[in-house]
């Protein structure tokens, strides 16, 4: 399976790293150029003269958009009309109805779409849902799912796209993945956001104007009450709740260190006792994982509609939340159709 990266940028480098020794990754372009030979220098892979020549090339059968959010629709639309198949870094779209669409394009192309993240398919992540479906803490009640995530500004070299972009759409499609894999389909009650540190410096000291909320937190539930709280900031480090999820169950609760962490630390506690639960994987999030399900579902030429029903699931909350924010935190009963 040959695959070619459209986008550069710090994340690129992350799923090359990944994808070395498994997958062969052809070619790339970048609208960057010293970005794309920096890439390409460090990584050998070859580089292309334009977004069009990647897309017209013969020697990629799938292409990764790594580029900025804002950009990742119409490239996804772009992509699979060229005949490529396309697996897509989140959100796929910023909206339920676009996303479904381009899921429609797909099929019409007969081309394989798929969306990050893959977080769902870590050892840890999936003991957990095992531990859910054994019982082991009774009927869950309540969930706290937290994204501490610190001042994005302070650590990417190029911050300004992504807090434009907002940390509804960067962290929440993890927690919501996660939250939808192990409880189902999920409502939003409430949302409440702000902009907390509008005025900020880059690690150049250029000034950084936010203008999307840095905090957010959110209530869902899902069809049998089960309570969720999801709270998100590009504020907080060295905070207690890091990033960490819990369910408070009717007879004990689980805790999960970090909930991007394939190998994270998990906690069950009953009638005061605590275990700690073993699990087998990788440090971190694997970025290589859902794109090998990608190439497994180009080579046996199958769609996933559970995969497209989740994402665009995902989207739709996400979608549900921007809109509450622009209303206080009021959601009127009809937000929720999507």
């Known amino acids: 399976m040959r695959l070619g990266i459209l ?7 992350k799923y090359a790293s ?16 010293a970005r794309l030979k920096a890439f390409c220098d460090k990584t050998g892979v070859r580089p292309c003269i ?16 790594l580029t900025y959010p804002s950009t990742h629709e119409s490239l996804v639309r772009e992509t699979l009309l060229a005949g490529k198949h396309v697996f897509c870094e989140k959100p796929l779209a910023f909206g339920a109805e676009q996303a479904d669409g381009l899921f429609d394009l797909a099929v019409k192309q007969q081309r394989i779409l798929r969306s990050a993240p893959g977080v769902g398919i870590g050892a840890a992540q999936r003991k957990i849902q095992s531990l859910i479906e054994a019982g082991t803490i009774g009927s869950i009640r ?13 650590r990417h070299p190029r911050p300004l796209p992504i807090m434009d972009t907002g940390v509804l759409w960067d962290q929440g499609p993890y927690l919501l993945t996660l939250l939808t894999d192990w409880l189902g389909n999920l409502t ?28 957010i937190s959110a209530m869902l539930q899902n069809d049998q009450g089960v309570t969720c709280r999801m709270t998100l900031n590009f504020i907080a480090k060295g905070s207690r709740q890091g990033s960490n999820i819990e369910l408070i169950g009717d007879t004990g609760s689980i805790w999960m260190e970090h909930f991007q962490d394939f190998s994270s630390p998990i906690q069950v506690t009953q009638s005061s006792q605590q275990t700690e639960v073993a699990v087998d ?8 994982r859902p794109v090998e ?34 209303v206080d935190g009021v959601i009127p009963d009809d937000e929720n159709a999507a």
């Open 281 to 288: 994987d990788i440090d971190g999030y694997c970025y290589g």
């Open 142 to 154: 309540v969930v706290y799912a937290e994204a501490n995530h610190w001042r994005l500004e302070k």
């Open 18 to 33: 990944a994808l070395k020794g498994r997958l062969a990754i052809t070619e790339a372009w970048d609208v960057d150029t």
């Open 188 to 215: 939003v009650q409430a949302a409440w956001g702000n902009v907390l540190i509008p005025h900020r410096a880059d690690q150049n000291g250029n000034p950084v104007h936010l203008r999307t909320p840095d905090f």
């Open 7 to 13: 986008g550069c940028g710090v994340v690129a480098e």
């Open 50 to 65: 334009s977004q069009a020549a990647l897309l017209k090339s013969t020697q990629s059968d799938g292409i990764l958009i």
């Open 293 to 326: 399900l990608f190439a497994k579902q180009i080579s046996e030429g199958s769609h996933c509609p559970r995969h497209r029903a989740q994402v665009t699931h995902v989207i739709g909350l996400l979608e549900t939340i921007d809109r509450t924010l622009s």
